[in-house]
């Protein structure tokens, strides 16, 4: 992946490679999961065929233990900046990268 085309530097996103490909998988996921509520509403269920990127987006984010309850702080940011993805903001960085400054202050709260 040549990252020069994913234009983060954009956002003030440090120009770090694992940094950068941790917020655009983040994206990926909110448009997923918005996507998935958006069915769910509709009574369609999906979860079969939705990618399953918190692992590595977790272990990119620098956690190297995951407890569940990490991933349930995860899964709550995803849906607290979920419905911020809409038409018009179809690659949600600006979110993306608040979710990932807000696991690295997890990061940092749990190694003091």
């Known amino acids: 992946m040549n990252l020069q085309y994913l234009n983060l530097d954009l956002y003030d996103i440090p120009e770090d490679a694992k940094t950068q490909v941790t917020v655009f ?18 009574g369609c269920e999906t979860c079969f065929c939705t990618p399953d990127l918190c692992d590595v987006i977790l272990a ?15 899964f709550e940011l995803l849906d607290e ?28 709260k749990l190694l003091n």
Request: net charge negative; glycine share 2%; proline share 3%.
């Open 25 to 42: 998988l983040i994206a990926a996921e909110l448009k997923t999961r918005k996507l998935t509520n958006s069915l769910a509403s509709i």
């Open 60 to 74: 990119f984010a620098g956690f190297d233990d995951r407890p569940n309850e990490l991933y349930e702080y995860y």
């Open 81 to 108: 900046y979920c419905d911020k993805v809409t038409h018009e903001n179809d690659t949600p960085i600006e979110e993306a990268y608040a979710i990932y400054n807000r696991l690295r202050q997890e990061k940092n």
